[in-house]
């Protein structure tokens, strides 16, 4: 099938049709799904279900995401020098979901951590083998997410439309993420109860129903779900082995059904769109495209902003750890709920203001909105931190409920206008560099936006990772966690306000904790699992740390995001100007080849 698009009339300007436009939307929730697959292995799989020692997943990620990062330029430069009867980018997006759809389920298929045993291909052997899935995970990612995004520059040659399409298919990519955000966990607690109601069932075990004996341990402040599953037959130590062992296989289920759903909508994009902008005549290398990158102003200012302000995904990195045990014991009705009152607000905002960009473009620079929106987000974010210092233990009561989740929506809406608004100005900077130099670099200058999304992802994973190895939240102590609300007996949330009670406030249990005070532990301040002990002034801490990381990282990270771009170098009367003159330079080369050929 060719790429050669369908003769417009004289003067009008090629672009997209709705069958097209659909598509490209349907394609950016597959592969928006496949990400966040993802999100959830490095932000909770890896360190919360397998129990990698957080340093140890510090490490992966941040390697991992520098390198590719460095990379995605160079498979920009890849894509920019194809050039098939089908266009440069949509050969990459018709194979590639397959591909990144493999390595996605990969990664979901490595053994246990065993951090006690003595044999190293349990401990280190874990540990080669993610930071080889991810990493190859990384680059076959690439090679998809750039041409997803390129193509969307040379689908018209309409500017408006353009931004159109380009807030579409974010708005598209808003509904992926909230599917599987809010989605993957709850389905696969849910699988997990059936796996367990399966393994008792195989054993004999008799009036066993996992979703029955958590309940019942929630009303009887005198068993846990583990004293109850010993009096269906099984051996304590045995039945957390089998729990951790079926919450493991259940990640792996929903990895498998959600990629498989994911791939199918990702290729509709290269299936059904087409390419209306002829790629320049000149081919760069790696080196002379690093060079226009850097040389082209209004882009290097958007990457720079962009990086700067990476630590927002810290929002998305630690949201389900703080969901699952700060708010819902891991319980999965009530995952369902918070889930969907916090996600539901943040990905609610994103989306809705995401509708409304064009118009708003109508009225406002791309500067201002930019701008404002890392502004905006930064008094929501410090808002939450100071809500949890306030109740450290009361932010799931009702009347605390709204307040959070209006901070998330106002997150949500600045999020939505940033990502809508990089797209954007990333398709202008192309434009400007087509003007000034006759080179069309999409693919390259889309990498960036691949770049700025993983330097970000690998800064904020080794912020938080590292921080979790310092506080202790890491390999062991995960397990003592997990044993703990699986165990039954007590919520997170009632340990801390134990110490409340006690006449503790935030300032004196941090105190405490980092004068060593944790390492003694003594009295009601303690609780205790199969294989160790934690004290409440660790969960204390450990929980204050996924509230900074989700609240205070990133509000530090939306005030440097504004420095790069606070003097943007393309206004919007600039970017028209170079649009008219490059529609008319089109028309011409046309017309000259169209004399040459007759």
Known sequence: MSNSPTAAPKGALK????????????????????????????????????????????????????????????????????????????????????????????????????GNADSWGKKGGVIVLAAVFYIFWGMTYTAGDIPIWGISSLMTEDATARQKLQAAGRLASYIGTAAVMLGFQPLAFKVKEILMDMVAA?????????????????????????????????????????????????????????????????????????ERISPSPSRNGVIANFKTMFRNKPYRQILLSGILGGTRNLTMLVAMAIVNFYFASKDPVQVILFLGL???????????????????????????????????????????????????????????????????????????????????????????EDYHNHLRPDAVFFSGQTFIVKIGSGLSSAIYFGLRELVGYSDNNVKLVQQFVDGGDDTIRGKMQGLIDKGDNFFTVIKRFFEG??????????????????????????????????????AIGNLLSVIPTWRYALNNKEHEEILASLQARRREEGELAGEAAE
């Open 517 to 554: 005070g944790a390492a003694n532990p003594s009295g009601d301040e303690v609780f205790t699992s199969l294989d160790g002990r934690l004290t409440g002034d660790q969960l204390f801490v450990f929980m204050t740390l996924l509230f900074f990381c989700v609240s205070v990282i990133p």
């Open 342 to 432: 916090l996600g539901g607000g943040l990905f609610g905002g994103m989306g809705v203001v995401t509708i409304f960009v064009p118009k708003l473009l109508q009225k406002y620079s791309k500067k201002t909105i930019y701008n404002l929106s890392n502004i905006l987000e930064f008094f929501p974010n410090v808002i939450l931190f100071l809500l949890f210092i306030i109740m450290p233990a009361g932010l799931t009561e009702w009347y605390m409920l709204i307040p959070m989740a209006l901070m998330f929506t106002i997150k949500g809406i600045c999020l939505g206008l940033f990502n809508t608004l990089q797209t954007i100005m990333i398709g202008d900077a192309v434009d400007y």
């Open 202 to 274: 195989n054993r004999g075990y008799s009036g066993f129903k996992y979703g029955e004996v958590a309940t019942e341990a929630k009303k009887n402040v005198t068993e846990t779900i583990v004293s109850i599953a010993t009096k269906h037959g099984w051996a304590a130590d045995d039945y957390l082995t089998v729990s951790l062992d079926n919450e493991k296989k259940a990640f792996l289920y929903m990895a498998i059904l959600l990629t498989v759903v994911a791939v199918i909508t990702f290729q509709l994009v290269g299936i059904c769109c087409r």
């Open 15 to 114: 672009s997209y049709s709705p069958k097209e436009r659909n598509a490209y939307m349907v394609g950016l929730l597959g592969q928006n799904m496949i990400y966040n697959i993802i999100n959830v292995f490095v932000s909770y799989y890896l360190a919360d279900v397998l129990r990698v020692p957080a340093g140890a997943v510090s490490a992966i990620l941040l390697i991992a995401q520098i390198w590719d990062a460095f990379n995605d330029p160079i498979m920009g430069t890849i894509v920019d020098r194809t050039r098939t009867k089908y266009g440069k980018m949509r050969p990459y997006l018709m194979v590639m979901p397959v591909i990144i759809g493999v390595m996605t389920i990969l990664c979901f298929s490595l053994p246990t951590y065993d």
